[in-house]
């Protein structure tokens, strides 16, 4: 019968699985050398190696001194924007050298006196050796605060030009500046000019809406 075939094949190929078992060595046993080699396991930490260590405590000492060096002094106003801001506004302005100014002032002038300051023949007045410009400086600011009108006359000349005024234009200084660079170049060696006798000249003509003419700039007198 078919079926007592198939229970018959099914018990040798049992029978034969059992036999390849018993002749297959213990896995166990082979390894059980090896288990003896290996180490026992421990509780507690493996020690820090030395390098890191030493590498953990350069590191401490370099951002030490980096603190040390680059921290301001620990100031509380060290990085505040505004108290640097603060601090170099009320540092006072370094003072202008009256030269530097008044050559910078005097391009407004090259127009008419030149840059050599010889003027133009006829209508505008030589700053060169010109009495007025060598004369009393509170009359010389008195013509670039209110202007001038011709005739006039310079080193035997006359000149007919009209000198616009400057007071509105330029501050004290400014004008200061201007007179004593004039009256120390192209020849002339004259004392410089301080701002406050501009502004002693400003204060007491306030109330002039015109030019100067020549007779009126030789009556007038600073206080007077």
């Known amino acids: 019968m078919p079926e007592d075939k198939d229970s018959k094949r099914s018990g040798e190929y049992r029978l034969s699985l059992e036999a390849a078992e018993r002749k297959t060595p213990d896995v166990i046993p082979l390894h059980r050398a090896v288990m003896r080699e290996m180490?026992?396991?421990r509780d507690g930490l493996e020690p820090v190696p030395v390098w890191l260590i030493l590498g953990f405590l350069a590191l401490a000492g370099w951002a030490g001194w980096y603190i040390a060096m680059n921290s301001g002094g620990f100031?509380?106003?060290q990085y505040n924007e505004k108290a640097l801001l603060a601090g170099k506004s009320a540092e006072a302005p370094k003072p202008v050298?009256?030269?530097?100014?008044g050559r910078r002032t005097f391009n407004n002038c090259?127009?008419?006196h030149q840059q050599n300051g010889e003027g133009v023949p006829g209508a505008y007045p030589p700053?060169?050796?010109s009495e007025i410009v060598n004369g009393p400086p509170e009359k010389l600011a008195a013509i670039l605060l209110h202007g001038l009108n011709g005739p006039l006359h310079v080193k035997g000349a006359v000149y007919n030009g009209e000198m616009p005024e400057w007071g509105s234009k330029l501050k004290d200084e400014q004008i200061a500046a201007?007179?004593?660079y004039i009256r120390a170049s192209f020849g002339n060696s004259a004392a410089p000019v301080n701002p406050d006798l501009v502004q002693k000249?400003?204060?007491a003509t306030s109330s002039r809406n015109k030019p100067w003419t020549e007779s009126e700039l030789e009556q007038f007198r600073l206080g007077g």
């Not at 050298?97 to 100014?101: A, H, R, S």
Request: charge should be negative; proline fraction near 13%; glycine fraction near 4%.
């Open 39 to 41: 180490a026992e396991p």
């Open 75 to 77: 100031a509380p106003d």
């Open 97 to 101: 050298d009256p030269m530097v100014l």
């Open 110 to 112: 090259v127009t008419c």
């Open 127 to 129: 700053l060169a050796g």
């Open 178 to 180: 201007v007179l004593t």
């Open 201 to 203: 000249v400003r204060q």
